[in-house]
């Protein structure tokens, strides 16, 4: 049985937040019900979300522990709007790089360290995913991280590069270094996936 989602309690087990994320994992599987655009039904003018914004909410409700519930609303005639398909394009583009520091993940403390998201596989694999800011294309030169030191030997990556990336520690945390030849030329837009094998 699911409980009614606006009813708290020892029985309550799913919650479904509507066009919001939650500050923290919760402690009940939960799944954020979101629009692409601005209202739940059809409209012919409304504003959609860039692929950015949603590119970034996905991360966030996934590092998170959550499901992302993405609402568009058809027309009369069953038709979305051209924003609808060009944002999917976009999310799908996103995707085929990095789909899975997304798919059969789990959420990690502290979740995320200033615009970098964290999501970790059952073998201990963790994925450290930097967001974008407004309007940077590039992945930073440097990715640091506080809450996690690989051990030696650790095989760290970004999704989409062939090469490994060089790292050291970083008082109890990890450096991660970006190659230039791979900030020129980036495998995707809006957010850069550094795969960290194995961490202590």
Request: proline share 7%.
């Amino acid at each position: 049985l699911v409980v009614d989602r606006w009813v708290n309690g020892k029985y309550e087990n799913y919650l479904t937040p509507e066009n919001k994320v939650p500050e923290k994992a919760l402690s009940v599987p939960w799944e954020s019900c979101i629009t692409m655009a601005t209202s739940w039904s059809y409209v012919k003018t409304d504003r959609y979300k860039s692929v950015r914004e949603l590119v970034h909410l996905l991360v966030d409700v996934v590092a998170k522990g959550g499901n992302l519930l993405l609402n568009i609303g058809p027309s009369p005639e069953g038709e979305w709007a051209p924003d609808a398909y060009d944002r999917l394009k976009g999310m799908a583009a996103w995707m085929k790089v990095n789909s899975e520091a997304i798919y059969e993940t789990r959420a990690v403390a502290p979740y995320k360290e200033g615009n970098v998201c964290l999501t970790k596989k059952r073998d201990g694999t963790v994925y450290a995913i930097c967001l974008a800011g407004k309007d940077e294309n590039r992945p930073p030169r440097k990715i640091s991280l506080k809450s996690l030191q690989p051990a030696a030997g650790t095989k760290v990556t970004m999704l989409g590069v062939s090469r490994e990336l060089t790292w050291k520690p970083d008082g109890s945390g990890v450096s991660i270094d970006v190659p230039e030849s791979v900030r020129q030329n980036p495998p995707c837009e809006y957010a850069w996936v550094v795969k960290i094998s194995k961490v202590k």
